[in-house]
């Protein structure tokens, strides 16, 4: 079983569509969690933290269930510019697991 | 803030040959740096962890003798490929971790292709 798992892509929607992103992970002991997002042949970057309480920013909301080890990202009003690949991360301890990722087009 | 810079951005290299991947963080002092592999369509790998003035710590299936790695100050840590075949073609990508803080800041990558 891979340590970081997430639902395979690609996603495609249209602009102004809600689209969510989930995302399990093995080890019960991992301390932090994040959403990366990456563009076509560059580095990832990141675009939040997770936190247990939820958080959002602007029209990003991230989710953790510690319980279930499981982790969501939601992209409200999506826009042209949101197509990459989102990248679910966790933390065990001093290094970071990616996911393999999923992939979404955003289409006029 | 936060820059980490890599150098160079791509390299095509005949086989057999080693490539030096440098990676550097301009504006803060990073205790540790990661390299990681990135495949097509897959997800960043994690090769090694480098503490500076320290051994690289390799992730397993790692061959440590042919991803050499040094990280000989704060602000710089240096990946070669050594013998370099097809196979090693790759993105290859550093972050670099201020003491303290978690946040790892990533470089913009080397994609490397072996002819």
């Known amino acids: 079983r891979k340590e970081v798992e997430q639902d395979p892509g690609p996603f495609n929607v249209p602009e102004g569509a809600t689209v969510a992103f989930n995302c399990t992970y093995s080890?019960?002991?991992?301390?932090?969690f994040f959403w990366y997002r990456q563009d076509c042949r560059k580095e990832p970057k990141l675009l939040m933290s997770?936190?247990?309480s939820g958080n959002e920013d602007g029209r990003f909301t991230a989710q953790l269930n510690r319980a279930s080890q499981y982790i969501s990202l939601l992209i409200r009003d999506s826009k042209l510019s949101d197509s990459a690949t989102y990248l679910c991360?966790?933390?065990?301890?001093?290094?970071?697991?990616f996911g393999q990722g999923t992939e979404l087009s955003v289409k006029p | 803030g936060a820059v980490v810079s890599q150098h160079p951005s791509w390299v095509i290299c005949k086989s057999g040959t080693s490539v030096k991947i440098e990676c550097r963080s301009l504006?803060?002092?990073?205790?540790?740096m990661f390299w990681y592999r990135q495949f097509p369509k897959q997800s960043l790998m994690l090769m090694a962890t480098?503490?500076?003035?320290?051994?690289?710590?390799?992730e397993q299936g790692v061959e440590k003798d042919k991803f050499l790695i040094n990280h000989a100050s704060l602000t710089l840590s240096t990946l070669t490929v050594t013998s370099a075949h097809p196979e090693d073609s790759s993105f290859y990508i550093c972050?670099?971790?201020?003491?303290?803080?978690?946040?790892?800041?990533f470089g913009p990558g080397t994609r490397l292709t072996v002819l």
């Open positions: 972050s670099a971790r201020e003491t303290g803080p978690d946040t790892q800041y």
């Open positions: 480098s503490n500076e003035g320290s051994k690289a710590t390799y």
């Open positions: 997770v936190y247990s």
């Open positions: 991360v966790v933390n065990p301890g001093g290094k970071l697991i």
């Open positions: 504006d803060f002092q990073a205790t540790t």
């Open positions: 080890n019960s002991a991992s301390q932090s």
